[in-house]
């Protein structure tokens, strides 16, 4: 079994090479030693690997005298949603997230819905080692449906008598909220315009379920601009980020988006903390001066973000990658309430998407992240550290490096074998410059 599939937040790895039944199946015996629990949930994504796992999973976890409540297909989030809402002791999602066909994972839970890092040093040894042997009564395994309940929760999050109709093109890229789409929408005032709302194991040859990436959003762009709709939404291929479209059909950052979720629940929690990974922060913290919400910085991550929203009592979190998480989801992220509390935003206050955005795009311009082939970046860390002495320097999720003008961070990924650069400035040219000055940097290396 390849060690670096044991990741900061779960497990990920390269099917099969790197993650297969048979390591999917002695790692979830390790879980089941590591946690001991009467009752575990399992689901997975719609991916061809992640289905061959479930299988591995559920028999390896029957074996260990583990009950197993299989509960199918979902998005990502509806897996934490399972382990609370249920008080089950512990859940298992098979699902590679965003990343291309040909990753599978696992991301696991402990009861109520805190996670087990896949890294988790206990775990890790069990699942490398040889497990012993269990001589006691088998598990049972039960189908459950805890789709109807989800979408109730989900719409409890906001007043639904508050929306407006509009007019919403949705593109799921082939993923998990397609499976959930229709029951969420079910009696909401709306047109509704379809793009890639068809769940398919291959996110229909998308090069990644990821709305992230400037080629997958393309093909919305171009639907957005024809048809007009009031705002655009899509998700990844598990459904845990969510991502916009304003009404001229223009890409929204997420860290735009985050502003205005960050104005509407200050008015439910006002002054209450608030957390943002360090990658983008310059929108988060103008968002917070602004409703007197208490900023904290987090590393980045799934696990590192709910640590951080739990230590600091925080009732929202937000990634610059479309990450959103939530007091009342346990503090896991979900890709669904921030869309309603978006449509919620826009019916009451009368204004268009990019209207509401205007103010915190004014003179503040965001690189594209970009990704390095770099698994290991410490050496060029350290270079761009020495060529920037005067910035102020961060090194709590890789290197921040800040200036009053322009900051940047690279950082390690901690789901793909790559180094991630992020950069944010008060004018475009000078963010250019900075761009291709670091990137002439971190290539050198490589």
């Known amino acids: 079994m390849d060690k670096k599939i044991f990741r900061a937040y779960d497990i990920r790895g390269k099917y099969p090479d790197e993650l297969n039944q048979e390591a999917a199946a002695k790692i ?110 088998k598990g049972q395994l039960e189908k459950i449906n805890i789709l109807d309940d989800y979408i109730n929760f989900i719409r409890s999050q906001i007043e639904i008598a508050k929306l407006t109709k509009k007019t919403i093109l949705f593109d799921p890229c082939y993923g998990s909220v397609s ?10 005032p709306l047109e509704r315009i379809n793009l890639h709302t068809k769940p398919e194991a291959n996110f229909g040859g998308l090069p990644e379920p990821n709305p992230q990436n400037l080629e997958v959003q393309k093909e919305a762009i171009k639907l957005a601009k024809a048809r007009k709709p009031d705002f655009t939404v899509m998700w990844d291929g ?24 960050i104005e509407a629940i200050s008015q439910k929690y006002p002054g209450a903390v608030m957390v943002s990974d360090p990658r983008v922060v310059w929108p988060f913290k103008q968002a917070t001066e602004k409703t007197v919400a208490k900023m904290v910085i987090s590393k980045s991550g799934y696990r590192f973000m709910k640590e951080a929203m739990i230590k600091n009592q925080a ?86 490096i800040e200036y009053p003008l322009w900051r940047f961070n690279f950082r390690a990924s901690n789901t793909e074998p790559v180094a991630k650069l992020n950069i944010e400035a008060k004018d475009k040219k000078l963010m250019e410059e900075k761009a291709e000055e670091i990137e002439e940097i971190i290539t050198l290396d490589y």
């Open 28 to 137: 979830a015996g390790a879980y089941a030693l590591r946690i001991k629990p009467k009752t575990v949930v399992v689901g997975r994504d719609l991916r061809v690997a992640s289905q061959r796992m479930f299988d591995a999973v559920a028999k390896a976890l029957l074996e260990q005298g583990v009950n197993v409540k299989d509960a199918g297909q979902m998005t990502n989030p509806m897996i934490s949603y399972a382990v609370f809402n249920y008080g089950f002791d512990g859940g298992i999602i098979l699902s590679a997230s965003h990343n291309p066909i040909g990753y599978g994972g696992m991301k696991m839970f402990k009861k109520g819905a805190e996670t087990l890092p896949g890294d988790d040093e206990e775990l890790k040894k069990l699942a490398l080692g040889d497990l012993p042997a269990y001589l006691g009564p």
């Open 315 to 400: 009732v929202f979190g937000a990634e610059m990658t479309a990450h959103y998480f939530f007091k009342e989801t346990k503090y896991t992220d979900n890709g669904l309430i921030p869309f309603l509390m978006v449509w919620e935003i826009l019916s009451q206050t009368g204004k268009k998407l990019s209207e509401l955005v205007a103010s915190y795009r004014k003179d503040h311009f965001i690189l594209d992240e970009k990704k390095f082939p770099v698994e290991n970046p410490t050496k060029i860390i350290a270079k761009l550290k020495a060529q920037y002495p005067e910035g102020k320097a961060d090194e709590l999720d890789g290197l921040t």
């Open 238 to 261: 598990d459904g845990d980020r969510v991502f916009f479209l304003d009404e001229k059909g223009e890409f929204v950052p997420a860290p735009y988006i985050t502003t205005v979720l």
């Open 179 to 188: 499976l959930v789409l229709d029951k969420l929408l079910e009696g909401l």
